[in-house]
C-alpha cells in the first residue's frame, strides 16, 4: 500500500508560483507513474499533469509552459512547481499513483491518492 501526503499549498496573488509536494511512503516509488489532479468547487476532478517511471511528463493543456511536475526517486517525492497562477487554478490538488508504465490522464487508473491540499489564487 502507497500512503501520499502532500503539501505546499496557499493563497497566492494571480501571477504568483506555488510548489506542491507529495511525500509517499509503504512503497517501492520508482515503480510507480505519478500524477497531480484538482478539483475546483462544484467540478469534476481534472487531470493537471503526469510523470512517468522514466521521468517522461505530460500535462494538460491549459497548465503547459506554467506548471512543472518532477520527482526525486531518493526523497520518493513528487513536485509540482506552478509558475504564472491564476484565479482559474483555484482548486484543491491531489497527488495519485499508478503502478503502470505510460501515460494516463484518467483518475480512474489511479489506485492511490493523497488527501488533497487546497491551492487559492486571488485575482
Known amino acids: 500500500q502507497v500512503q501520499l501526503v502532500e503539501s505546499g499549498g496557499g493563497l497566492v496573488q494571480a501571477g504568483g508560483s506555488l510548489r506542491l509536494s507529495c511525500a509517499a511512503s509503504?512503497?517501492?516509488?520508482?515503480?510507480?507513474?505519478m500524477g497531480w489532479f484538482r478539483q475546483a468547487p462544484g467540478k469534476e476532478r481534472e487531470f493537471v499533469a503526469t510523470?512517468?517511471?522514466?521521468?517522461?511528463?505530460y500535462y494538460t493543456d491549459s497548465v503547459k509552459g506554467r506548471f512543472t511536475i518532477s520527482r526525486d526517486n531518493v526523497k520518493n517525492t513528487v513536485y509540482l512547481q506552478m509558475n504564472s497562477l491564476k484565479p482559474e487554478d483555484t482548486a484543491v490538488y491531489y497527488c495519485?499513483?499508478?503502478?503502470?508504465?505510460?501515460?494516463?490522464?484518467?483518475?480512474?487508473?489511479?489506485?492511490?491518492w493523497g488527501q488533497g491540499t487546497q491551492v487559492t489564487v486571488s485575482s
Open positions: 495519485a499513483a499508478r503502478y503502470d508504465v505510460g501515460f494516463s490522464d484518467d483518475p480512474r487508473r489511479y489506485g492511490y
Open positions: 510523470i512517468r517511471i522514466g521521468g517522461g511528463t
Open positions: 509503504g512503497g517501492t516509488f520508482s515503480s510507480y507513474a
